[in-house]
């Protein structure tokens, strides 16, 4: 599956359906890369006050 094929029926970025336009994928500080969830931008929020993320979602792999 590569990231410009609709994989939410929700947009997690703005009021409408999903349109599978991949823009959710990619990396905050560069938008050149697709994110790999190394956790930079969560840093960067950290010399704030205080920090915070919505998580959605929780996603298990059954391969146990």
């Known amino acids: 599956?590569?990231?410009?094929?609709?994989?939410?029926?929700?947009?997690?970025?703005y009021d409408?359906?999903?349109i599978g336009?991949?823009?959710?994928?990619?990396?905050?500080?560069?938008m050149t890369k697709i994110c790999n969830n190394c956790?930079?931008?969560?840093?960067?929020?950290a010399e704030k006050d205080y920090a915070a993320i919505k998580i959605e979602k929780i996603i298990e792999d059954d391969k146990d």
Do not use: A, P, S
Not at 1 to 13: A, E, G, S
Not at 21 to 26: A, L, M, R, V
Not at 39 to 45: A, I, M, T, V, Y
């Open 39 to 45: 956790g930079e931008c969560l840093k960067l929020q």
């Open 21 to 30: 336009c991949g823009e959710c994928e990619f990396c905050d500080l560069d």
């Open 16 to 18: 409408r359906d999903c």
């Open 1 to 13: 599956m590569d990231i410009f094929t609709k994989k939410y029926d929700k947009c997690v970025l």
